[in-house]
């Protein structure tokens, strides 16, 4: 593989994947020929958008979210499984972006979901792209798993946040990691607020509680599930030679905060312009 060909891993981080794509443009204009992506939840949505060449159209669709906009994304539903049923998306996506198989798409992708039940992770690449990035994206808790086959889906990150081991081409690998640290320090406890806190209340929605001093049960979760991920993505890492690692903070915004489009978009740049080729 000539030296600016490269393989690209996209991590697992809700909104702030939105980065990605600032990351992929940086990485184009600096002359690198993607060849393959390996992806994980928004990861994988990313990977098959630029993929199938619809990496724009996306890009553009989103910019366009306000915080309202965003809500009317989010079917919410009553169940034990998940509190967002996530067809209203991807519906809308739909509308933009047609389907297409991933055997089709124009450069190699491997997309990552976690089988639930059978505690193992799998690699879909081949069939419906949407159903692939459906079952790479159920947020355990958050959104319901979704059915493939006969088979439960939750979150690809769950198992493998940064599938560097996945790709076939390892010559020159280029990760993203959403999941690094936070960047602010702070010696108060801020509490991360759910974007949008169904259970609860509405407002928080609109507002974040920086006042209070104890973390509830989803700010200990949320700061429990980055710092494995971000455990498990150093230790891929660490195990793989890599061409450069790309690390955007976790307190870069919440993982439903699509709404800050453009300033993600700005610290997916910002983040990459810091990072120095390893070799």
């Not at 939750?154 to 390892?170: A, F, Q, T």
């Not at 890492?237 to 993600?264: Q, R």
Request: with cysteine.
């Amino acid at each position: 593989m000539s030296s600016n060909k490269v393989s690209l891993v996209l991590s697992s981080g809700g909104a702030r994947g939105i980065a990605h794509i600032s990351i992929i443009e940086s990485l184009l204009k600096e002359g690198y020929d993607i060849v393959e992506i390996s992806g994980t939840s928004i990861g994988s949505l990313v990977a098959a958008f630029y993929a199938c060449g619809k990496l724009d159209k996306f890009k553009k669709w989103i910019l366009k979210l306000d915080k309202i906009k965003t809500f009317s994304l989010m079917d919410f539903t009553v169940s034990q499984s998940g509190i967002i049923k996530g067809d209203k998306v991807f519906s809308s996506l739909k509308k933009i972006i047609p389907d297409e198989k991933i055997e089709n798409l124009k450069i190699p992708i491997s997309i990552i979901a976690t089988d639930i039940f059978n505690n193992k992770e799998v690699v879909i690449r081949s069939g419906s792209m949407y159903d692939a990035i459906r079952a790479s994206c159920s947020i355990p808790g958050l959104v319901k798993p979704y059915s493939l086959n006969g088979v439960d889906y939750v979150d690809g990150g769950v198992l493998n946040p940064l599938p560097i081991n996945k790709l076939h081409y390892r010559e020159n690998i280029i990760t993203v990691n959403l999941n690094s640290p936070p960047l602010k320090k702070s010696n108060k406890k801020e509490t991360t607020t759910l974007y949008m806190n169904y259970f609860n209340s509405i407002k928080k929605f609109f507002s974040n509680n920086n006042n209070s001093r104890h973390l509830g049960i989803y700010d200990i979760t949320y700061r429990s599930v980055h710092m494995i991920q971000n455990q498990l993505s150093v230790y891929q890492i660490e195990k793989h030679k890599t061409l450069k690692n790309i690390n955007i903070p976790c307190d870069v915004c919440h993982p439903l905060e699509f709404y800050k489009a453009g300033e993600i978009l700005k610290s997916g740049t910002k983040f990459y312009n810091e990072t120095k080729n390893n070799y």
